[in-house]
């Protein structure tokens, strides 16, 4: 029985409350488009019966074979086109209450819409008798309503739309059955075959449109399992890596960039801390990362990874970034007049330290076979992280390098030399300038 409604045993035990409510909405959607199309159908009969009439009346008469007025049908397709808009009202207003359409009435929709096509046939009848009638286009209607039961993804509303229009072209073949002897067997087989063909193709509609619900299942089921990792995983690295991973996969190589790489810490927090109470230094470590990430998010930059009391933040990683330096530079001094802001009658002011680097670095997934990281590693890394920690010996707020200087020119034209500096790890003295 499960098959029949298009999930498995393991399906239905992976199912949540997301799930179930956006399958609901996928359901009602589809029915909507199903509507529409009964719908359109309706109109276009109308206009094509409407428009040969008025170009050839001969013609419709001859196609009609019998003296009532070919407006007659009219007085089904349109009690039929209201119905159906009623019908698309209603879901609408399901749809935006986040509710579903009731079990039950789903089926006397089905009922109600598969009779239409009985009505007409009975007019065809009374207009050319029995014989020809039947043998018309109008039982040929009801594979229209078989075909767009698909759309409501459920196997047995397929099939009873099936069973009703076999039913119903049965019990009309019989009730109108031609006067002759009794004995004419016949004509009873003849008319059961072609009824239980229509409720195969029911069978058959409802089993496509089991897999059409599948398919939509398996596509929800993967964009709400994409949402949680995203929304969970982005809790721990920036969006940008999580977008990355998921759409290239763990097994990326890694690659070289240009990256203007960004080291943000607090100085002298780890000292402040020690009077204060674990949560009210998580209060205010949180409370002041929000307004920098924000920050950062606006520049286009992303934090690759926190450390401790600062982070990381690059800018040209893991996607292109287009003038990076420039927005590095840009949002540490955002940063700079955010902080001024935040410590603005505060009891903890914080101060930050800010440096950095633009050069070219190993960018990708790096780590052991089970468990790997998104992350930068060079000489440009390095090189940012020694500026940071510069601030200390300068009493400064930001540090930037040569390369970035000379990326953004006139930008930095504030930008004041601290002349030739040793920095811890290299060689030679490396001229490092300041920026307010």
């Known amino acids: 029985m499960a098959a029949f409604r298009g999930e498995t045993n ?31 159908t309706s109109v276009l009969l109308s206009l094509f019966i409407t428009g040969l009439y008025l170009f050839d009346p001969y013609a419709v008469t001859h196609l009609w074979h019998g003296t009532m007025h070919p407006s007659a049908l009219f ?30 009435r789903r089926y006397i929709g089905a009922l109600i819409e598969t009779t239409m096509p009985t009505i007409a046939l009975a007019l065809h009848i009374q207009n050319m008798g029995p014989v ?17 039961s698909t ?20 019990g009309m073949a019989m009730f109108y059955h031609p006067a002759g002897p009794p004995d004419v067997p016949p004509d009873t087989y003849y008319h059961g ?3 239980a063909f229509i409720l195969i193709c029911g069978v058959l509609a409802g089993a496509v449109g089991v897999q059409l619900r599948r398919s939509f299942a398996a596509s929800i089921r993967a964009a709400t399992a994409r949402d949680r990792i995203t929304n ?36 002298s927090f780890t000292a402040a801390a020690r009077s204060r109470t674990p949560q009210d230094v998580v209060d205010r470590l949180d409370g002041a990362f ?25 800018f040209g990683a893991p996607f292109e970034a ?51 990281e998104y992350t930068v590693i060079g000489d440009t890394v390095n090189f940012a992280s020694r500026l940071e920690a510069l601030n200390k010996d300068f009493n400064s707020q930001l540090l930037i390098s040569s390369t970035v200087r000379d990326a953004i020119g006139e930008a930095c034209s504030d930008a004041v030399p601290l002349g030739a500096v040793t920095i811890r790890g290299y060689d030679r003295p490396m001229t490092v300038w300041q920026l307010g």
């Open 132 to 148: 020809e009638a039947l043998g018309f286009v109008g039982p040929l209607a009801y594979f229209i309503f078989i075909i767009l």
């Open 151 to 170: 759309l409501r993804l459920d196997f047995w509303l397929s099939t009873f739309t099936g069973f009703v229009a076999a039913a119903e072209l049965f």
């Open 322 to 372: 287009e003038e990076a330096p420039h927005r590095a530079v840009a949002a540490a001094r955002d940063m700079l007049v955010a902080m001024d802001d935040i410590n603005e009658g505060a009891s903890w002011p914080l101060r930050i330290g800010i440096g950095i680097h633009f050069g070219e670095v190993v960018a990708g997934n790096i780590g052991s076979p089970r468990r790997k």
């Open 193 to 195: 075959a072609r009824s």
């Open 10 to 40: 393991e399906e239905r035990s992976a199912t949540s409350k997301d799930f179930d409510h956006a399958l609901m909405r996928e359901v009602m959607r589809t029915e909507l488009v199903r509507i529409k199309a009964l719908i359109a």
């Open 290 to 314: 929000a307004v920098l990430v924000e920050i950062l998010d606006r520049h286009g930059g992303i934090v690759n990874k926190f450390l401790g009391d600062g982070f990381l933040a690059l």
């Open 232 to 267: 969970l995983f982005g809790q721990h690295v920036s969006p940008q890596v999580v977008e990355r991973l998921m759409n290239e996969g763990t097994a990326t190589g890694s690659d070289i960039r240009r990256v203007a790489v960004m080291f943000v810490d607090f100085r």
């Open 75 to 104: 007085y089904v397709l349109i009690p039929f086109v209201l119905f159906e808009l009623w019908v698309h009202a209603t879901i609408s207003r399901h749809l935006k209450m986040d509710r579903d359409i009731p079990f039950y």
